[in-house]
């Protein structure tokens, strides 16, 4: 089986991972730029469009029949909304992309969506707020500090902590498409959770996030938490996403209170893999047509990860050319 995944950027031990199911023979690794280090880890790697270009899906199309690729495995935000619609533009090659439906991905995406989504089905959020509606209300109760942070947003790039409705002013006139929740007191938990093609839960490990680094993950620990597996399934059931999410949460004295839900990878799966949860495997074997047994609640609990730097070091003349696929 090849794989080929999009915008993979440093992703490289999710790469190696996949490298190493018996089943996968070429790990492949696409980027806009030659700078990204998946590209000289994976088995072949090409520099390709902006998401959204109008030769995108042509060279997507080219080197999946190129080299016979099996299945596509976005990891980027910005990318999700095209590649959701063209799934089955890729079926029709014979391709498989791992991702959740156009709605799934909408709700996802759109963090005001995200909200509405968990009020609808009762599960705790942070109150919510556009900018109309809260500068339109005498909103009470928030302690008098909230978060402002972009409507698509991800990574945490542009969340601002303000204290005074003079302080939101200023971020909302920079930009309308900003949000203003309640601030949660609470440490951080992600849940990595896997479905399969029919949206059921296979597998779940909660870890708690211990220091964040440029809105990554840098060091982090499994957690006993059998209130959040149940509380995870509730809100898998009820969206039915497809392949690996992570959902975010606070867990604060009254309980958790859930604020994202991300429709791919997240970038500290690799410490749930340690712990147990071996999602590359159960993916080719989802691909492979064989049906997945749930492992919920199996995973390694008090497991650490402690991230540190490494690098790669290439001559100009050993960079991919830029214009291989431009």
Known sequence: MNIL??????????IKLFQEVQEVDRVIAVDIGNTAPTLYCADKGF????EGSDNYLDVLLEICRKYNIHMIIPLFDLELPFLSKLKETFHKEGVVVLISSPHVIEICLDKLQTAKFFNEHQIPTPLTYTPEDFLSRDIQGFDGQFIVKPRFGSSGKGVNKCNTKE?????????????????????????????????????IVPRKRLKVRGGEVERAVTIEAPNLLKITQEIVSKLNPVGPINIQCFITEQGPVFTEINPRFGGGYPLSYHAGADFPKMIVKMALGEKIAPRIGIYRRNLYMLRYDTAIYKGEDELIDQSCYL
Request: with cysteine.
């Open 5 to 14: 995944f999009t915008s993979a950027g440093r992703r490289v031990e999710l």
């Open 47 to 50: 520099v390709i469009p902006k």
């Open 167 to 203: 302080e939101i002013n200023y971020f909302i006139r920079q930009d309308e498409t900003y949000i203003i929740q309640e601030f949660i007191r609470g440490y951080e938990v992600t849940l990595d959770i896997l479905c399969d093609f029919k949206g059921k839960c296979i597998s």
